[in-house]
């Protein structure tokens, strides 16, 4: 049995190429963030959830990581968007 969590925060980052997007994954565990959740969509799977959802990712990029964060992470995440601004600027 797990508490739930009083915070949830979730980043998406779109990336032109894979290589980047690993990148951001690894700048992930170099801050030490644990997140309860870390997804690495490529290029494919985003264009399968395009035809079938009738959306348009693949517009925003070729790669899609999403993070996924609770309790301590999410509330350092919070207090230090710097770590996400600098995720963000591997794009």
Do not use: C, H, W
Request: aromatic share 4%; net charge negative; proline share 3%.
């Amino acid at each position: 049995m797990r508490y739930l969590p009083l915070e949830v925060r979730t980043l998406a980052v779109f990336f032109q190429d894979f290589q980047t997007a690993a990148a951001g994954v690894l700048a992930v565990g170099r801050a030490r963030i644990q997140p309860s959740i870390m997804e690495l969509l490529d290029g494919a799977s985003l264009l399968e959830l395009d035809t079938r959802l009738g959306s348009d990712l693949v517009s925003r990029g070729n790669v899609l990581l999403l993070i996924q964060t609770d309790g301590l992470a999410a509330q350092l995440i919070t207090a230090g968007p710097e770590k996400a601004i600098r995720l963000m600027d591997l794009r």
